[in-house]
């Protein structure tokens, strides 16, 4: 504050520094580096001794490992996401990611070293192949267990039809996934290895279905990982029997089999978790009502009535300016608060007029908020300041009353509205850059929702088009059958004690998106594989006859296969791309020349637009357009200087410049262009942006209109996403039939 008690500036701290992402994955990665060192060096020490004594030397590192689990040695590395169990955490033994990891790799090699121990070689060559095998069984049952896991406790992207969605965990995650089957399949291996007879074939085939009866309906596995180890063991077997049947034939069926297997089992369980997750969403729109926003407001509710800002706004209203009180609030007081609801601010003076726009003498607006607060509204017990509104009236969840007295006089009313985030709007910057995120959040961009009071539509979110009227899409529903399918969409519906309803809906999957997933577990099933086997596959590799003719045309075909789907991807993309900007931009021209003529109206009598007082109602006026035109609204004097937008807090976070692009400028004032779209980025967020002068109604040129478009990434990604699928179905159609024909040339 300067000596008149006028507000300059403030500083706020932003934490301390964190580690970056590049710098966790190098540090986790030699960390597994170092892990997997020590394992083979333990290997190679136990390797020359008896059955018995690397069982008692393993055993010890177990215990080591129980250790380190319980006591949690690694718990310095608690601020890497690779150790926190948001991302993935099952039971004691795996905590997090990466301790699960050790824990499944220290499994696996436990089972290895026992399956070979000299201490299951039992007399009769039947017997031991039977104890190997339910061995075996009691492998996969963990490992099924915690494939499940990998579903139901962590927050990995596995659904493989939205690749754009998949990051380098959904990528670690599936590697695991197909490291364990492949690990088992080598287990059934080994076990044929003996020459089973058919007896003992039959013996095994048993256990395996006994196995997968009680799986299924004691341990309630998906079926289809309860049937994985019949299905291997069939599979093992006929390769077995059938010695003409080549190696590279066999991985491609087996990877085929594990493929689908895997798929389905992982769509499945999405499914049962989706389920699972609807009653949490919906109670979380119900319960709109948070002691925690009461009791962090009340924190603040003596600061706001002692701040010296507020007070010097009321003095001297002259001074007043929304943008530098909203930016000021929300920094000061209510950061904590603006990272679950939207906060609309207003100060009104002791007569009850809104001090932004006291030449219309208005107390309208105050008059408003009293009466929802009264006919709508519960006073918190905790402070009667800050009002939970009951019924989601004009969308608000609370509304603040904040009286200011100075020298025991009433001065003005700061009111502050609330709107809950839960359900973030579908227009605009993507509310993830501008706030931490909100609770569940980053699970529902799938999902489709829609509140109803006293029967009547008043939120939705998502791509379901929903009725006005709840009983429209009651109708659609038998009271004995929930869920239920409607129009391409799977929804559940909720009631409370009072006339609320809620909606929820998932869109339903489809064949086409199952045979993406299989396409995309297949090709990196198969290179696991191809990386495990490499020294089998490089003697084939030696032994290959290349001079021969038909060696010629399978590498010709093989290379013509490739070549094709890599220019049709390439082309098939360019070709979305370009079309997708032209359509995009047509959209652009039609919503500003829209917008310009509504601007027109409200601005068209003024000589200038200000440069530093700002318009209040401007901004309600731009807030109002960009719900009608679905997009984000800027305005820019003749200077370059924003003076009203219909999303402040972009600008109240640093992410854009209160100064307009100086390109976009010199397009509009130096080269008079009428309309100027480029296109812009923050970070790795690349968006249309569109520019166009605002003329008043004697022609001159006051200002800039600025729209953005943010939506534009995700729309060329969900194309392309569609494209890529497409042609890996394509690819593995085509390939694997074709691979297979050639190796019998």
């Avoid at 948070?290 to 706001?304: K, P, Q, R």
Wanted: aromatic share 16%.
């Amino acid at each position: 504050y300067d000596s008149a008690e006028k507000y300059l500036f403030s500083i706020q701290s932003n934490g301390g520094n964190s580690i970056s992402q590049a710098q966790q994955y190098l540090v986790t990665g030699l960390l597994f580096l170092t892990l997997i060192t020590f394992i083979r060096l333990i290997f190679q020490l136990i390797a020359p001794m008896r059955s018995r004594n690397q069982i008692i030397i393993w055993s010890a590192l177990l215990f080591l490992r129980y250790l380190s689990l319980k006591y949690n040695w690694l718990s310095s590395f608690g601020s890497y996401e690779l150790f926190q169990a948001h991302l993935f955490a099952v039971d004691f033994f795996s905590p997090n990611l990466f301790e699960f990891i050790i824990s499944m790799i220290l499994f696996l090699c436990t089972g290895n070293i026992f399956l070979k121990s000299s201490l299951l070689k039992l007399k009769s060559t039947q017997a031991t192949s039977i104890v190997q095998g339910t061995l075996s069984l009691l492998i996969w049952g963990t490992i099924a267990y915690y494939i499940t896991g990998f579903v139901f406790h962590s927050t990995i992207q596995l659904a493989t039809i939205d690749l754009f969605k998949l990051n380098a965990y959904s990528i670690l995650a599936i590697l695991i996934i197909g490291g364990c089957c492949l690990f088992y399949y080598q287990i059934i291996e080994h076990i044929h290895r003996r020459k089973l007879d058919r007896k003992t074939t039959y013996l095994h085939l048993g256990i395996f279905l006994v196995w997968s009866f009680i799986s299924l309906f004691v341990l309630k596995f998906h079926w289809s990982l309860t049937l994985y180890p019949v299905v291997l063991f069939v599979l093992v077997h006929l390769f077995e029997i059938n010695n003409r049947i080549h190696s590279a034939i066999s991985y491609l069926v087996y990877g085929l089999a594990t493929s689908v297997m895997i798929a389905v089992a992982i769509q499945h369980l999405n499914i049962e978790k989706e389920l699972e997750n609807r009653p949490f969403f919906a109670s979380q729109l119900f319960n709109e009502k948070d002691f925690n926003t009461e009791i962090a407001y009340h924190a603040i509710d003596s600061l706001l009535q002692n701040d010296r800002t507020i007070q010097y706004y009321l003095r001297e209203s002259d001074e007043y300016n929304a943008n530098i009180l909203e930016e000021y609030l929300e920094k000061k007081y209510f950061h904590q608060l603006s990272n679950q609801y939207d906060i609309g601010y207003y100060l009104f003076d002791s007569s009850s007029v809104n001090i932004s726009n006291q030449l219309e003498g208005s107390n309208q607006l105050f008059e408003d908020f009293n009466t929802v607060v009264e006919y709508h509204g519960e006073r918190s017990e905790i402070n009667p300041n800050i009002v939970f509104i009951n019924d989601y009236i004009a969308q608000f969840s609370y509304i603040i009353q904040r009286p200011i007295y100075i020298n025991e006089q009433l001065f003005g009313t700061l009111i502050c509205t609330m709107k809950s985030k839960k359900i973030p709007e579908t227009i605009g910057f993507p509310k993830l850059l501008i706030a931490e995120p909100v609770d569940s959040k980053a699970m529902i961009s799938h999902y489709s929702f829609a509140r109803y009071h006293e029967g009547q539509l008043i939120n939705e979110y998502g791509a379901f088009d929903y009725p006005y009227a709840v009983k429209n899409i009651a109708v659609q529903a038998s009271d004995s059958l929930y869920p239920f399918n409607w129009d391409g969409f799977n929804h559940s519906i909720y009631s409370n004690a009072g006339d609320d309803q809620v909606i929820v809906s998932v869109k339903l999957n489809t064949f086409f998106e199952l045979t993406t997933s299989v396409s995309f577990f297949f090709i990196f099933f198969l290179l696991l594989m191809v990386f495990v086997k490499m020294p089998i596959l490089w003697m084939e590799i030696k032994r290959f006859k290349w001079n021969r003719l038909a060696s010629k045309i399978q590498i010709a075909i093989i290379a013509l296969i490739v070549l094709t789907i890599t220019i049709t991807t390439w082309g098939s993309g360019e070709f979305f791309r370009k079309q997708f900007h032209e359509i995009t931009d047509q959209q652009i021209i039609t919503k500003t020349t829209a917008v310009e003529q509504d601007l027109r109206t409200l601005l068209g009598r003024l000589s200038a637009l200000p440069s530093h007082q700002d318009y209040s109602l401007m901004k309600l006026q731009l807030r109002r357009l960009s719900k009608i035109h679905q997009t984000d609204i800027n305005i820019y004097n003749a200077k370059g200087h924003l003076i009203a937008t219909s999303r402040q807090q972009i600008y109240n976070y640093g992410l854009l410049s209160e100064q307009i692009n100086p390109i976009a400028h010199t397009a509009i004032f130096q080269e008079t262009n009428n309309r100027f779209i480029h296109e812009e980025n923050i970070g790795n967020l690349n968006y249309a942006s569109s520019y166009s002068p605002i003329q008043n109604f004697s022609g001159d040129v006051i200002g800039t209109l600025n729209l953005q478009f943010f939506g534009q990434q995700e729309s060329i990604e969900g194309q392309m996403n569609v494209l890529f699928a497409t042609l890996i179905n394509i690819f593995i159609l085509v390939f694997s039939p074709v691979n297979k024909t050639l190796y019998f040339c």
